[in-house]
């Protein structure tokens, strides 16, 4: 049941808010950039970010699937990624998340060309990656794609604040 609605809630969500204001705490763009860090592949800028209740919020505010999106985030490590290719890609949807000795390898739902192969120049790719279980956000990690590695070393403060625990 649980596959079936997090499969629906990857379909209802298609389009992103491209916003940014105010940096206040309450701010989607400041929510979206306290849980992110950006993964630089050969030929795209990917935007990895860890789904919360937060930024589920900021990137799907007018989504049905909010709610279980949200769920989702509670229950394990759910990463949205995005991106735009600056050239021809040869794109490997493969996450792996690397914490304290222990590797997790997730499973990937496209949104938008988050597939294997060939991406062309000047496509967007979007997709969500589960983890088989939660990683500890008050503890370094890094997360591959595509080949490529980016460490995440989130405010301890923002994850108390913010984060699901």
Request: hydrophobic share 40%; aromatic share 8%; charged share 25%.
């Amino acid at each position: 049941m649980m596959k079936t609605a997090f499969a629906l809630a990857v379909l209802a969500v298609c389009t992103l808010p491209a916003g940014a204001g105010a940096q206040s705490a309450a701010d989607p763009a400041k929510m979206v950039q306290m849980f992110s860090a950006p993964l630089k592949l050969d030929g795209a800028t990917m935007q990895v970010i860890i789904l919360n209740d937060r930024t589920v919020e900021a990137l799907f505010p007018q989504s049905p699937a909010k709610a279980a999106l949200r769920t989702k985030g509670r229950m394990t490590t759910v990463f949205f990624i995005q991106g735009k290719t600056t050239k021809d890609l040869e794109f490997d949807p493969t996450l792996k998340v690397e914490q304290k000795g222990k590797t997790f390898e997730g499973k990937a739902s496209s949104m938008k060309n988050f597939t294997a192969g060939k991406v062309p120049k000047g496509e967007s790719i979007q997709g969500m990656v589960e983890l088989p279980e939660k990683v500890d956000l008050y503890e370094p990690f890094k997360v591959t794609l595509s080949g490529k590695t980016v460490e995440f070393r989130l405010n301890e403060d923002d994850v108390r604040d913010y984060g699901n625990r």
